[in-house]
């Protein structure tokens, strides 16, 4: 079944677009939730101009997401966490505090973004993926030094008169 696409829908089409779906993805989810209606030359012509703009508006985005990657492109986030003598880690770093990282030197990196391959549990030098878009990807050294990660109470006892 042919059916215009109302929305941008994941990995099946952006607003305006006509796509083929199976009959049953189209009646039963598609249509009832407003996301396509049944293409027509009358609602095709109908949703042109809103098609232009936000392709154009797309564009815009991708570019904006190509100059962050450079600009990100082979940076070197530093994260401290606790890790016994032969440098394995109690826990594991996370997407989290990567971008915090990034974030505190400056960069504009959201959580979501950053690709861990497995879960980082050793000290050193690990090379990670930043997937900003489909197709607009960044790498960045990440060195994980033994140490405390700042969530521990300090140790020393102060005297209080």
């Not at 985005?61 to 600009?71: M, P």
């Not at 032969?86 to 400056?106: K, M, P, W």
Request: net charge negative; glycine share 6%; with cysteine.
């Amino acid at each position: 079944m042919k059916v215009l696409l109302c929305e941008d829908i994941k990995k099946l089409g952006w607003f305006g677009d006509v796509v083929e779906v199976n009959n049953g993805y189209a009646r039963n989810y598609l249509l009832p939730q407003g996301l396509a209606k049944i293409a027509s030359d009358e609602s095709i012509r109908s949703v042109a101009e809103e098609k232009a703009k936000r392709a154009e508006h797309r564009i815009e985005e991708t570019k904006r997401l190509e100059d962050a990657a450079k600009s990100v492109e082979g940076a070197e986030a530093v994260v401290a966490a606790k890790a016994n003598e032969q440098g394995h880690l109690y826990g594991s770093v996370t997407a989290e505090q990567i971008a915090a990282n990034l974030r505190e030197q400056g960069f504009l990196v959201a959580t979501e973004i950053v690709q861990l391959p497995e879960h980082i549990k050793q000290v050193g030098t690990h090379t990670i993926m930043l997937k900003f878009a489909d197709k607009v990807t960044a790498n960045i050294n990440l060195v994980v030094v033994p140490g405390q990660t700042g969530d521990e109470k300090n140790d020393e006892i102060t005297d209080e008169d």
